[in-house]
């Protein structure tokens, strides 16, 4: 039920006073009006408006002005329930006339949906950029395609494809994607150009150095190439992927999933894979790919034609890479794309979209209440089962490579470092220098 008490605090009665009456006209205090708005929504919830409007007419006497907005909020709802369709938009624009109240933003998209009704788009319009500026974040996506609609029907295309952009979240640009590009370009390139190969040797995956407990090169890996064409093709494929993600899903969750997909790709080839060292991004960016499938596949997202067109082709690319892998025709870290494409599966699997309309959202209301908090909830214990999963590869990898005697050979059994020049005379080290992921 819409209730006209939220966000007034709890301070009122739970029951109105003794000899209340709902016919008089005397003010009435803030603690008896916030009761009598309590019992209107019950009753509106019994189907008896007739009797709610009288208690929501005397809340709207009151001198607080954010329960009188609220009276007059649920007077417009009685009303509407009654067929007086004229008298309730009267009552919802009285809300509307009281200024930034806790009922402003539903009292204008009540308004809005009011002169639709009548026929008066360019009034709905006027109103409906009023809920714009009010708008939960929930409700934005919802309130730019109405915007949309009516501006298009009054025939300004401009403005309706503007809003219809926003709508789908893809207004502004991806600067969280071409930030990302940025920084992996400008390190990848510093250190290709680095002849002494120290830079590209303290930040790729080196199996042995995480198990001595440099754990960054689990992340510091996405910052190094092994040339500028692997470089290239991967930078091409995050602008492809990345943008698609930060539309759906907003920047810092884009961040967020990159940061876990690099974490997974680099766990799965630390736990199973060879010692050989390896570099490049797109164990991250595999992951990128697994969010955009399960997004537009599962969740169904709301998305443009050009956006259509680039998912469409996210399962064939998976699949093309993944053989070309597995095939052994190039030196590729494959542990690493399994691992980032399977984190990012299963983020998108408990994170719906939330910049851009679903097919299942745009038959439900928004969720508040127990209902958010259970969806939260799924959230929260999804990535912390992904994460719990990681830390357990993590452990894995660190048990098997500290017992092999690669690793003793380097750090000793004490695990202190000796001069890693000596590799030439390391035991049982493979003869290929790095693999490409």
């Known amino acids: 039920m819409d209730s006209t008490t939220s966000g007034l605090g709890s301070e009122g009665p739970a029951n109105l006073p003794p000899g209340f009456d709902a016919s008089a006209t005397t003010p009435v205090d803030r603690a008896t009006a916030v009761a009598a708005l309590s019992q209107a929504d019950g009753l509106m919830e019994q189907s008896e408006p007739e009797q709610a409007l009288a208690l929501y007419a005397r809340a709207a006497g009151t001198a607080d002005r954010d329960v009188s907005a609220a009276g007059h909020y649920g007077m417009g709802n009685a009303l509407y329930r009654m067929d007086r369709e004229g008298e309730a938009r009267q009552a919802w624009e009285r809300a509307t006339g009281l200024g930034e109240t806790p009922v402003a933003y539903r009292a204008w998209r009540q308004v809005a949906a009011a002169l639709v009704r009548e026929g008066n788009l360019r009034g709905a319009l006027d109103a409906y950029r009023q809920c714009e500026k009010r708008a939960p974040r929930e409700d934005r996506a919802e309130i730019a395609s109405r915007l949309g609609w009516l501006s298009k029907e009054v025939g300004n295309t401009g403005a309706a494809t503007k809003y219809f952009a926003r709508s789908r979240g893809d207004a502004a640009p991806p600067f969280m994607t071409y930030l990302i590009i940025a920084v992996t370009v400008v390190a990848s390139i510093s250190a290709l150009s680095d002849t002494s190969g120290s830079l590209g040797g303290q930040l790729e995956l080196d199996k042995l150095g995480i198990a001595h407990g440099e754990l960054y090169r689990l992340f510091s890996v996405t910052l190094v ?22 539309r759906m899903y907003g920047s810092w969750l884009l961040l967020a999933f990159y940061v876990i997909c690099a974490a997974g790709g680099s766990i799965l080839s630390y736990a199973f894979g060879s010692i050989v060292p390896s570099v490049g991004a797109s164990g991250a960016i595999f992951g990128l790919f697994g969010v955009v499938l399960v997004a537009t596949r599962f969740h169904r997202a709301i998305l443009d034609q050009q ?3 680039i998912a469409s082709q996210v399962g064939l690319l998976i699949v093309l890479n993944l053989i070309l892998g597995f095939s052994g025709v190039l030196n590729v870290d494959n542990y690493a794309h399994v691992g980032g494409l399977l984190a990012g599966l299963w983020l998108a699997l408990v994170i719906a979209p939330a910049q851009v309309p679903t097919l299942a959202s745009l038959w439900q209301t928004p969720r508040g209440g127990s209902g958010g908090a259970r969806i939260l909830a799924i959230r929260v214990l999804g990535v912390g089962a992904l994460i719990a999963v990681l830390g357990v590869g993590v452990a894995i990898g660190t048990s098997r490579w500290q017992g092999d005697p690669v690793y003793r050979h380097f750090y000793g059994a004490a695990g ?3 001069d890693r020049s000596e590799a030439v005379t390391a035991p049982e080290l493979p003869s290929v220098s790095l693999t490409i992921r």
């Open 225 to 246: 190439h092994g040339s500028y064409i692997h470089l290239a093709f991967n930078m091409y494929a995050m602008w492809y992927a990345g943008q698609l993600v930060e």
């Open 307 to 309: 956006s259509r067109m």
């Open 416 to 418: 202190t470092a000796v």
